[in-house]
């Protein structure tokens, strides 16, 4: 209410005026305002108004906070190139500033830099004109919203999405997806090349069936019908061919594995899983079978041999005849790094160590250090195509060292194969062998050695000495080269009957030396 006072000439009251104003609108507004302020105070989103210079003239508390101002601090001396982070700062005045004036809005993320603490602050926000109720330009209004944390979880999710991508990528695996309700079954782009169809390729089920060798398909199904089978443990795995070759690995393979997903009624609506490439795999298993079956027939070859060294031993000197008995060829498999893969029992026995303990050791842990330093170089070699046989002396469980002849290779698998025999007990026989031999020249008995046909293979000295014949002369002949005449057939019919009875005769025969004389031997 106004209320004024009229008076006379002479000064005395005449009247008094009252106007009465009707408040209750701009009240209204007052309490809105109030609303309205309070509503900015108490946002937790940076709002603030400028003017147009960019200098601050309004920021409310949670702004304050978010660019480290105190609340004593005069914003009028702020500006946006104090708080704006230096690689915004050209984004702000260059497009954000012109869109605002020119469009009256700019909405996007920026960076801001926290007064006080340094640390930056990435914003969605959302910039705008300010007018006046006559439409003149009286600043310029923003609103920020804190979104550092969310963009952290995302750079979090990136990362973590992009270690997938490479981490399936380093397997050569491929991702699908199999939406059941709708029928359509998507490859990623491996899964398309795997199968050899353009990248994008979508199949129904049933085609992906119809790309699988018949002879697998049933297989197939049957693992996918199962992992749907609501009683069942919901893994899917499958390996099997496809109706197309490739020219390095020939038949081509491919191993599959997924888990589907179910409705609230418990029917399988989604099929997801990976799938690999797996011919070569399988190709080096195939190899390796193949390796093995000759690494067998050599076994064989060499067990072969060995028995018919040993037999030739036994036939020449009974006492030699345990010469090489039991000799086993040695198997060994590392990985690419030396690790132990596997050993066969003849390689465990000659090195007293059980499997289990063998899997805990390097291939440098077994060789003897007279050797080690010919390990790189071998192996360097080896990976290089070149098939090396050589002596190699391995540490036995207890310290010592025992020799092996050994060939060693490379798998299409990159592991390494070495395989040979143990030579201990060959380095026996041929010390033994040199003792029979010794035995055989320097004996005073005379001693002669025929084949089965009764045919002289060989004869010592002292047989020379004893009949005069040289050795040139009685090689090739048969024992009857000293025959006297003294003896009848039913004489050696009782000989042959005894030695191939009781395996040995013995007694005196009268044999005639190259000069005719007639002597008599005591013989065995």
Known sequence: ??????????????????????ITERKSIDKEKEKFVSLVENSSD??????????LTYINSAGRHMIGLRDDANIGTIDFNDYVAPDCLNSYRTLLIPTVRSAGRWSGEMALVNLTTGNRVETSCSNFLIRDTFGGILGFGTVKRDITDRMRAQQALNLSEERLRLALGAAKLGTWDWDITSGRH?????????????????LTIDGLYALIDPDDRSAVETAVLTAMDPSSEHIYSAEYRLQMETPEHGQHWVKSIGQPQFDERGNAVRFIGMMQDISERKLAEKVLDRYR???????????????????????SEERNRLVMEGTQTAIFLSDTQGLCLYANPAALTSLGYTLDELLTLQICDLVDERDRDRLA??????????????????????????????????????????????????????????????????????????????????????FVNLTG???EEAVGQTPRLLNSGHHDQAFFATMRRAYTEQGYWQGEIWNRRKDGRTVTHLTT
């Open 186 to 202: 998507h490859f990623d782009a491996r899964c398309c090349e795997i199968h050899g169809l353009p990248e994008g390729t979508e």
């Open 46 to 55: 940076f709002i603030a108004m400028s003017d147009l210079d960019g200098r």
């Open 377 to 462: 170089e071998r192996r360097q070699a080896t990976i290089l195509g070149e098939h090396g046989v050589g002596t190699w002396h391995l540490k036995h469980k207890d310290g010592h060292a025992v020799p092996f002849e050994l060939s060693t290779l490379q798998l299409p698998d990159s592991r390494f194969l070495a395989f040979g025999l143990d030579k201990t007990q060959s380095l026996a026989a041929e010390q033994q062998l040199h003792l029979a031999a010794r035995v055989f020249e320097n004996t005073y008995e005379g001693i002669l050695i025929t084949d089965a046909d009764g045919v002289i293979v060989d004869v010592n000295q002292a």
């Open 293 to 315: 079956h000759q690494l067998e027939t050599l076994v064989e070859e060499r067990t072969a041999a060995l028995r018919e060294t040993t037999n030739s031993l036994a036939q």
């Open 469 to 471: 014949y040289s050795r």
């Open 1 to 22: 209410d106004f209320v004024s006072a009229i008076h006379t000439p002479d000064g005395s009251l005449r009247s008094v005026t009252t106007v009465v104003v009707d």
